[in-house]
């Protein structure tokens, strides 16, 4: 079995519903991951959309949630969660808003991609007090052992 993130809410490449979008609740969607591997002592979570502002013509990457040190005990993490409701001892990271927490997709223009990434750490990373996703990035080399996928797709209808 291999390490696997999954929702209940869209499948990998299916459209995410507008319920997790600015067009809705803007609530985070319920995540779910199995087969972690050997050794895991934490998780690292990266929601962003490469096809910012226009997938014709992408000009960066745009972060939608940063979350560490999520411990492999979870399992999961429900739909709308709540800071306070995290796993115990999971710390926030900046999305591109420059606040912490979950922003649902809210695409410009186009059908853009939102890539769920969960990554299985060898180490519990040290606080590195609400990084950006590079920073985390850069805090993870060395240390992933894994890494999952989940994309959904998203396009405003105007």
């Not at 507008?18 to 990266?46: F, N």
């Not at 739909?79 to 922003?103: F, H, S, V």
Request: glycine share 10%.
């Amino acid at each position: 079995m291999s390490f696997t993130l999954t929702s209940s809410a869209f499948t990998h490449q299916g459209e995410i519903p507008v319920k997790y979008t600015c067009d809705g609740e803007d609530i985070s969607p319920p995540l779910s991951w199995k087969a972690l591997p050997h050794g895991t002592k934490s998780l690292a979570l990266i929601v962003d959309d490469p096809d910012a502002p226009d997938p014709k013509a992408p000009k960066m990457t745009w972060v939608h949630w940063v979350l560490y040190n999520i411990p492999p005990t979870a399992g999961d993490l429900e739909e709308g969660i709540a800071p306070p409701n995290l796993p115990e001892g999971t710390l926030q990271g900046l999305n591109d808003w420059k606040g912490t927490g979950y922003g649902g997709p809210c695409p410009p223009v186009g059908s853009h991609r939102y890539f769920h990434k969960l990554y299985a750490l060898d180490t519990i990373l040290d606080d590195l007090k609400e990084p950006t996703k590079g920073k985390l990035e850069q805090a993870m080399k060395g240390h992933v052992l894994d890494q999952a996928e989940l994309v959904g797709t998203y396009q405003r209808v105007r």
